[in-house]
């Protein structure tokens, strides 16, 4: 599956980003997808998953109440809702796909996108 992520940027601490990520290449429904983030010097971290119906979701304890993951079907596209962003939110973020049920481990996902980079100021 292709995976295309846009909508980084650098914004102020306390804004917000949508990060959107289109899928191509098979049935979006029957694809569980998920956001990772990298910061420099530490390893590739979960954000956020949802299930390939939408009704299962995750949000790591570091963005609850902050981050919402979402799926339109009818674009085949997830999105990351990021509100009140933190400097400590800077990193590359990804969105990663895999068949099956939904997974918090990145080494269960065998499709990445190019990542996308957020930079939150103070």
């Known amino acids: 599956v292709q995976l295309q992520a846009s909508g980084g940027g650098l914004v102020q601490a306390g804004g917000s980003l949508r990060l959107s990520c289109a899928a191509s290449?098979?049935?979006?429904?029957?694809?569980?997808m998920a956001w990772f983030r990298q910061a420099p010097g530490k390893e590739r971290e979960i954000v956020a998953a949802?299930?390939?119906?939408?009704?299962?979701?995750y949000a790591a304890d570091s963005v609850k109440g902050r981050f919402t993951i979402s799926r339109d079907s009818a674009k085949n596209t997830v999105y990351l809702q990021m509100n009140s962003l933190k400097p400590e939110d800077t990193a590359v973020y990804y969105c990663?796909?895999?068949?099956?049920?939904?997974?918090?481990?990145?080494?269960?996902?065998?499709?990445w996108g190019q990542g996308t980079l957020v930079t939150v100021s103070s």
């Open positions: 949802i299930s390939g119906s939408g009704g299962t979701t």
């Open positions: 990663a796909a895999r068949s099956g049920y939904s997974s918090l481990d990145r080494r269960s996902y065998g499709d």
């Open positions: 290449g098979r049935t979006f429904s029957r694809l569980s």
